[in-house]
């Protein structure tokens, strides 16, 4: 497969990557800065340049043209104000999902986050976050030419990955380390019965291909 990743160089998306190349898969991580290409190619990947907040949904379309899938991994970053929270986290995901639906590529997946929603209050930067990707979120699951599927991490960390997570509509709150969140992006490319759901991740006790099978389908 030939997957496009939107926020290339983030830590979720260089998990992703790994795995990808490591089965022979060609991933294309899309970065702002040309410094980050090297990274990539670290991690077997392919870097493409492209700035998601000035550029065209042509442009991006020609991004994924040829894709079997597209992720979109993208954040503004936790140093970032309200302003980027709305043109990183939903603007540049609406961006991509026309972009996807130009280039013909279905299947899409959403890293979000739990508690993302239109209608969230508060006047913090978190919560200008979790109101921006609520509404990328809304805008995706609205796309009938997208075979979507949104996937809404708790807590992220750094701990080594235990490959046993709890995937559902609704899981309540617990962290989940990133290379779980990587493991379960990858099980949720290979499972197209996926698509239409939102679904919350969380660590807990049901090996991710399995927790995926679970849900497929629902």
């Known amino acids: 497969m030939r997957i496009v990743i939107a926020g290339g160089h983030g830590q979720i998306a260089q998990r992703l990557e790994r795995l990808l190349a490591a089965r022979g898969d060609e991933?294309?991580?899309?970065?702002?800065?040309?410094?980050?290409?090297e990274d990539l190619r670290a991690a077997g990947a392919e870097p493409l340049v492209l700035d998601l907040e000035s550029?065209?949904?042509?442009?991006?379309?020609?991004?994924?043209?040829?894709?079997d899938a597209a992720v979109f991994a993208a954040g503004a970053g936790p140093n970032s104000g309200t302003e980027r929270k709305d043109t990183v986290d939903r603007g540049a995901a609406v961006l991509f999902a026309d972009a996807a639906e130009q280039a013909g590529v279905r299947r899409y997946i959403?890293?979000?986050?739990?508690?993302?929603?239109?209608?969230?209050?508060?006047?913090?930067?978190?919560?200008?976050?979790?109101?921006a990707k609520g509404e990328a979120d809304a805008y995706v699951r609205s796309r009938t030419a997208l075979a979507w599927t949104v996937v809404r991490p708790g807590m992220l960390t750094?701990?080594?990955?235990?490959?046993q997570v709890l995937l559902q509509a609704s899981?309540?709150?617990g962290p989940?380390?990133?290379?779980?969140?990587?493991?379960?992006?990858?099980?949720?490319?290979?499972t197209p019965a996926t698509a239409g759901l939102t679904l919350e991740l969380i660590s807990g006790s049901?090996?991710?291909?399995?927790?995926?099978?679970?849900?497929?389908?629902?």
């Open 110 to 131: 959403v890293v979000s986050s739990m508690g993302a929603d239109p209608e969230h209050p508060g006047n913090e930067v978190f919560d200008a976050y979790l109101r």
């Open 176 to 190: 989940v380390p990133r290379d779980d969140v990587a493991a379960v992006l990858l099980e949720l490319l290979d």
């Open 171 to 173: 899981t309540g709150r």
């Open 27 to 37: 991933a294309v991580g899309i970065i702002r800065d040309p410094q980050q290409g």
């Open 206 to 218: 049901v090996p991710v291909a399995v927790a995926v099978r679970d849900v497929a389908g629902n």
């Open 55 to 67: 550029a065209s949904v042509e442009e991006a379309a020609e991004a994924l043209r040829g894709a």
């Open 158 to 163: 750094n701990d080594a990955g235990t490959g």
